[in-house]
């Protein structure tokens, strides 16, 4: 065996022996480290294999797929997956193995499997959802307390997105006038950059902390965009933990991500996390107007019942306070009579005996008499006047409290030339609720109104 | 509380605490008219800054913008 070959010749016989025995297609599972596109379209990756326990690179093979075949395969790959086809990406594809003479060793790709790389995906997801479990994490930021009425909202998004300036839209022009504050902490919404760049937004968010209500991630359009970040862990890590509560809007038409599991709370799109923001200051204001029209209500029942209860006591205290006086005066003047009797008797027994003190006796009777008799009149002449005061008083706070609920009555508002427009005897706000041809009541400080929607804007 | 340090939570709170001990007939007649005004006075509050744009915000958003 001492023939000698050229290299030329040895590479033939690996070729030869490499297509004796691998002369089939095989499917192959392995993960995509590098990725490269040429001019002509064809695709050239490197293909490894990781130990499971310590992530070390165990196997690889350069992997190829001509143009008109990569052409198909792509679309069809990210279609069915929603995810691009690039590195990191584990797949499973039907290749065969071929030895160039030049080239060395490749395996040439005809087809792939997208089903495998979701289900690869999806255990990726589980994984990081358990992680976030176990580390306490997941629910962090839905415990947080979210204002009554969030006004001030920090807006992670891209200025470009169409869902950017649809939540802006949205907010800003709500029909019943409220005020927010929005303002943009720009970043990636897809793609490789996006983990990192949505980070760095919440990183300049947190130094204001104190001053936003809310944290908004929205992102809107491009249907088969690449929304793999919004299922990293690190990424779901720092939203969990944030100190602000955070409202996704991130527009997945599949399951969630995990991104909306850890958000605060979660809503489909844009437009909806604005929806969500504006119906959040009607629910409040709802609830402060019920209060202030339940206040009227029984200020109003309280009013009326204080002013029959004066009356009725007006009308009872002046007879009663006579028919006192009456009693009082008789029984003072049965009294005085009894005294004077005994004390003639009194006198008469001991005429003799106390001539010069009857005179002093008799003075004496006279002043407890008359001093009873002062009293009574006292009592005549000012228990009506303080009763009378006592009245006026309280009829003075409530007429102070009739002007105070006055501020709160609705009654005022229409006194002023408001009216309340009603379609079927329900109130609307909003040119869009009403139709042409609708016969709408309007509702004056004095009377009512019924017209018929001829033409109308809506803004 | 001055118009923009109003917050929304405790404004509803007192507000309702206030609408409860009315329903509750626990007042006379002064204690009344003071608490009727104190509510009118916190629905205006409230109300009025859901609506009016806050010149002191204003400025602190933008001078977050220059960072």
Redesign the interface.
Known sequence: MDQELTLLELNRKIKDAIDQSFPLNYWVIAEISEMKVNRKGHCYLELVEKDEADDRIIAKARGMIWSYTFRMLKPYFENATGQEFKQGLKIMVQASVEFHELYGLSMHISDIEPSYTLGDMARKRMETIRKLEEEGILKMNRQLPLAQVPQKIAVVSSQTAAGYRDFMEQLHHNPYGYVFYAKLFPAFMQGDQAESSIIQALEKIYRHEDFFEAVAIIRGGGAQADLSCFDQYTLAAHLAQFPLPVVSGIGHEKDESVVDMVAHTKQKTPTAVADFLVNRAYQFEDRLLQARDRIVQQTNRFIQSEQQKHQNLSGRIVPNVNALIDRTKTRLERKAEKLTHLNQMFMASQEQKLKDHSSRMANTSQNVIQNAGYELKHLERNFPKSVEKYISHTKKQLENLERAKNHLDPENVLKRGFSITQLNGRTITSADQAGEGDVLQTRLYKGYIESTVNRKKEE | MSDNQIK??EA?KE??Q??NQ??K?ELD??D??AK??R??EL??L??SK?????QE??K??KE??S?
């Open positions: 929304y939570g509803i507000i309702e206030i609408l009315i329903e007939e007649v002064d009344l008219t009727v005004k509510a009118s629905l205006s409230c109300r859901l609506r009016t744009t806050e915000v204003e602190i958003m977050i913008e960072e």
